[in-house]
């Protein structure tokens, strides 16, 4: 029984396919609960005093930059095992994949709302303009989640790649360093 249980410990800590998958879903909701909770300690207590305007925007994005650095190291250590990669092309590649996700998830919330609020049969069942955008959000975080993020962080980001050179290039020039 014991020997069973490490072998299943192993495959989940280091196996491939669907543990990979699921280390990738765990490091995502960790991340998640902690960009929520660093938007709420900065909305609540930080920005208290600012206007909504402000608080609720600069809350927000402190909260998704600590849990973007919370999801990527996680996912470098310890759902990727990428320990051997370049720092600087991970950090690079995730910011690409990042970006690229948030613009997916802004546009494709709205875009899938507008076509959501067009469906009478969910008007007549009883959903409000709330409910479809919630509906929506999910749908397209799902879609970006699986098909977006999860594909290019197995492939791209936490992978060695022809692009490489040309992102630790972009930070050496960005920090100053040398290339040496």
Not at 7 to 19: C, M, P, R, S
Not at 38 to 67: D, P, Q
Not at 118 to 133: A, H, N, T
Not at 134 to 152: D, R
């Amino acid at each position: 029984m014991k020997k069973h249980a490490k072998e299943l410990a192993d495959k989940v800590i280091n196996g491939h396919g669907i543990f990979t998958f699921l280390r990738s879903s765990l490091s995502s909701q960790l991340a998640s609960w902690i960009d929520m909770g660093t938007r709420m300690v900065f909305y609540a207590f930080v920005f208290a005093s600012m206007s909504e305007f402000y608080r609720s925007n600069l809350s927000v994005a402190i909260g998704a930059f600590v849990g973007g650095i919370v999801n990527c190291t996680i996912n470098y250590r310890f759902t990727f095992h990428a320990s051997g990669q370049s720092i600087k092309a991970v950090a690079v590649k995730y910011l690409l994949v990042w970006t690229g996700s948030l613009l997916l998830n802004m546009y494709g919330t709205t875009f899938a709302a507008q076509g959501l609020s067009q469906w009478k049969w969910l008007i007549s069942i009883g959903f409000k303009p709330d409910g479809i955008f919630a509906a929506a959000t999910l749908l397209v975080s799902l879609i970006v989640s699986l098909a977006w993020n999860f594909v290019l962080q197995r492939s791209f980001v936490y992978r060695p790649s022809s692009f490489d050179p040309y992102a630790i290039s972009f930070v050496n020039f960005i920090t100053g360093k040398s290339n040496k």
